[in-house]
Every structure is written in C-alpha cells, then in structure tokens.
C-alpha cells in the first residue's frame, strides 16, 4: 500500500519543469537521473535491466509546500521517491517511518542526517531525515521545526533483496535530499558527506 500511496502522490506533482526520458536499457539513461540528483549507478543496484527505461523528476510547490520527487523505471520495476518539507520533529520521524516492532529496521545517521530502512523483501522502503528552515518557516520552529523527509521505495522485480536493496533505497533518498536541500533553500549551510554509513558496518 506503501508503494501504491506513494505512486499516486508522485504523479499529482506532474506539471510543468517535469523531465522525461524513453529510451531503451537502464545504461542509456544519463549517468545522473532525477534532472541530475541521483547517480544511474544506485538504480543499477536495484533494478533489472529491460528494453525500455524511463525516468522523471519534478518539482512541486515553494516555502512549506516545496516537495520534489523523481521515479525511474525498468520494464515493470518502478523505484520512486518523493522529498517534501514537513513540520515534524526527529522522533516522530522516526515512530511513523521506523515500521512496528515486528519489521526488521536498520539506521544510520552523519552531520545532522538521519537514514532508516526496513528490510522487508516484499515491502523494501527506505526514508531520510534532515532539518532545513526555509524563509516563511521560522516563527514556527520555536514549537515544532521543519525538516526535509524523503520517502522512497520500489515496485515490481529487484536485482538484490534484504540489506543490499536497503542500501540502495537509502542512498537513492540520500542523493534525492541533497538536490532537495538547493532546491528547498534551506538557510542552515550543512556538509552532506558523498554517502552516509553503510548498513553493513554498522
């Protein structure tokens, strides 16, 4: 349901400034998909190759509405993501996005950025969290501050599974977020890393 909510959320945002690509194989799209945020390499990881490869990225809104979202395809594959600016704190992050006690969840955090994912086979989903203020936003961060969330997954068939595809989706959401840190503005100058902690050291 996960994957589905967030497919339809992402095609709401298609309009203007959309970027769309058809052409044949993964390895023929530009080597950084997303209008330039992603590298094609992370979609590598994840999904199967296929005689048609589509990507898109779009954003939508400014200031509190400001949301950017991207989707790649592969045949029947889909790995998609969307970052929107939410007035939510770290913790309730990560009790929504953190899953019930029974999914397997594994974290990482660098400077300020927060990472999880559940490892789930069948429902792989990965999210990150950072603080960004942007101008119209400050006379509410003395209650509750704004942060940039993305929230990333997949559809259909996946060339890795467990902590592998977990990597993939989180680093797919970390690229995402950096681009969406310019695009936001967010006022705070921070250091984002090339990657975040790999889940396997951790």
Request: charge should be negative; glycine fraction near 10%; include cysteine.
């Amino acid at each position: 349901m996960k994957g589905f909510s967030i497919g339809l959320a992402i095609l709401g945002l298609i309009g203007g400034g959309v970027f769309l690509f058809s052409v044949k194989g993964l390895y023929l799209l530009p080597g950084e998909v997303c209008d330039g945020a992603v590298q094609r390499s992370v979609v590598m990881r994840a999904l199967p190759n296929s005689p048609s490869a589509d990507e898109w990225a779009d954003q939508g809104g400014v200031g509190r509405n400001f949301s950017f979202a991207c989707s790649v395809s592969s045949g029947d594959s889909i790995l998609s993501g969307m970052v929107e600016l939410q007035q939510a704190s770290e913790s309730a992050w990560e009790d929504h996005y953190g899953g019930s006690g029974d999914q397997r969840v594994v974290r990482v955090s660098q400077n300020g950025v927060l990472a999880l994912a559940q490892v789930e086979d069948d429902d792989a989903s990965a999210s990150v969290y950072v603080p960004c203020t942007v101008t119209g936003t400050e006379e509410d961060s003395a209650s509750q501050g704004y942060s940039l969330v993305a929230d990333v997954d997949v559809i259909g068939e996946t060339t890795i599974d467990g902590v592998k595809l977990s990597q993939a989706l989180t680093d797919f959401a970390y690229q995402l977020t950096k681009r969406a840190y310019e695009l936001a503005r967010c006022e705070d100058s921070r250091d984002f890393s090339a990657e975040l902690p790999r889940y396997e050291d951790n």
